[in-house]
Every structure is written in structure tokens, then in C-alpha cells.
């Protein structure tokens, strides 16, 4: 299938070039990692969850702090172009481990140190929380591969005193139930077993994974950044909801491109959830047929889960299931 040409007067986005993938699922992928890199959307995120930037103004960070343009590494959508958008490369090689790609990644500056202090930012969208391993562990590995990859690029020979410090944040649409709605950082600290020596604080303070867990209105602490990055990635609010809860409780005034961009991903996301839907019900039927009827919509709500990232209560929602089960099936899915 051939690409159509796109023919506009400097009125074309990034985003646009989404319009022509073959596979909706791919091309939500990327409307959302791009929709994540605007700066007006990683500033509020640095401002929640990355200690440095508490005390900031969100415009302050996005127009002072974020250095660049945040570099979005996707499946290629034209793979005979180059990369559309510049910024720094999101692709760690090495002979012995092969490539990393990372979603998003951008150099920001520390507020109001004496020297200019630079920090490298990960930001990953993850709707899988379970994918055969402990997603920590993987945002771990990608703190780890930033630091080693500094060398030769921050500093050379022996100047580990220019070593950056590195976020990886993670933002989990589908995370298990206890996690909903919650934010949790891991990070290097000191502990003195004999003594009491310190050391300075950026010495050793070089690496935190962010886990940001999504959970819906229905749970608690759905405020702030939460619930505008659920705004942002459901597959149910309508594009014109999510601009005007972003408009209006956040403050977030909308350009061109990122109107594009969610409009992109809100038509996508609709042809993800019809083809999920269908594959979900065919592979719960196919489970369930032994079994009875209960098993295969048992089985129906998983696969839905699993294949969109929704909650239970969304799958069973798009599912239509009564009312008067939901909590019986809720439960059953709870004990397996």
C-alpha cells in the first residue's frame, strides 16, 4: 500500500503523517508518545514527580528547563524520510546488547544551581504492566544504559565528576489494582552502618525510576497529574472532552500540532478498541466453550484487558455486561 502525499502551506504536522499507517495500534503508539513529548506536558510531569522541579512554575520549566526538542523514538512511520523531529538520539548501541529504544527522551537544566547541572529524562507510556518481567527492573536497565552511554558523549578518560544524573519515568495505563492511581520513585541513597560520614548528595544521587500507575475516576488520589495523564490516554474521553478538561483545569492551551496530535490518537484509539474488542470476545469464546458461557465472557474481559490496556470495568463496559454481574465477575477475575 502506497503513502499519500501530504499537501499543505506550512500548516503540516509530525502528526499527520500518522494518519497513513496501516496498523492503528502502531500509529496510537505514536500519537501518544508524541502527544507525551510536548513540552507543556513534560513540564507538568517534571513538576509532580522529579524533585528539582517542585518548586517551579510549569511555563518556567518548559520554556527554561527543557533543553531542545524532546526526541520521540517510534516505529517508522516513513521509513524512507529522515527523523522528524531532532533532539537527542534515543537509541543506546552497543556490539555486545544490541539497540535500546527509548519513547521519549530530552536534556533538562537544574533550577538555580551554581553551575548549569544537567539532568537526561526518560519518559516511557506503558500499557503492559505484567510483560514477563518487573518493569522496574527495565526502567532500572535504562537508567543504567544512559549513565554508561555518557561516555565519550558528557566525558572522557576519568571525569566521572560530569556524570548527568538520569530519570526514567514510567507511566503504567493498566497497572494491577493496589497500584492504581500512584506514584512511587526508586532512587540511590546513602546509609551509614559505622559512622557518620556523608557525602554529597550529587555524588551517589544519580539515578531514579518514576512509577506513575493510572487508575480512573473511581479511585482514590485522582488529581493532578494523574488525572490529566488519564485524560490525555483514555481510549473512551472524546477529543472534544480531553481539550477542554486540559484547557480548563489545566491550563494547558492546545497548539495546532497538539490538537492534530490528539485528534489523531482519539480517532485511532477507536479502531484499536473495535479490533480488540472483536479479538478479545473471539479468543474468550474460543477459551470459555467448554466451559460455559460465564467462562468465555470471563475470558472475553481479560483478553480486552490485556490487548487495549482498559480497566475491567471499561471491558465490561464495552462488553455490556448487566450490572447485576459485574461485581460477581469482578471478583472471579480478582481470585484467578
Known sequence: MKHRKVNTINTETTIAKSLYVTDDSVGYDTACKRV???KVILARIMKACLV??????VNEIAEKYIEGSPQVSVVPVLPDEKPVISGMDTADKSVREGTVNYDIRFRALVPDSEEQIGLIVNVE???DFYPGYPLLKRGIYYCCRMISSQYGREFTDSHYEKIKKVYSIWICMNPPKNRENTITRY??????FVGRV???VRNYDLISVIMICLGGSGGENYNGILRMLDVLLSHETSEAEKRKILQDEYDIQMTQAMESE???MCNLSKGV???SVAKGMAQGIEQGMAQGIESAILSSIRNLVKNTGMSVSQAMSVLEVPEAKRQEYKKSLEEQ
Open 187 to 192: 532512587y540511590l541513597a546513602e546509609e551509614q
Open 198 to 200: 556523608t557525602e554529597p
Open 36 to 38: 507525551l513529548s510536548e
Open 262 to 264: 490528539v485528534s489523531v
Open 52 to 57: 528539582e522541579y517542585q518548586d517551579c512554575d
Open 125 to 127: 507510556a506503558q500499557s
Open 273 to 275: 478498541i473495535e479490533k
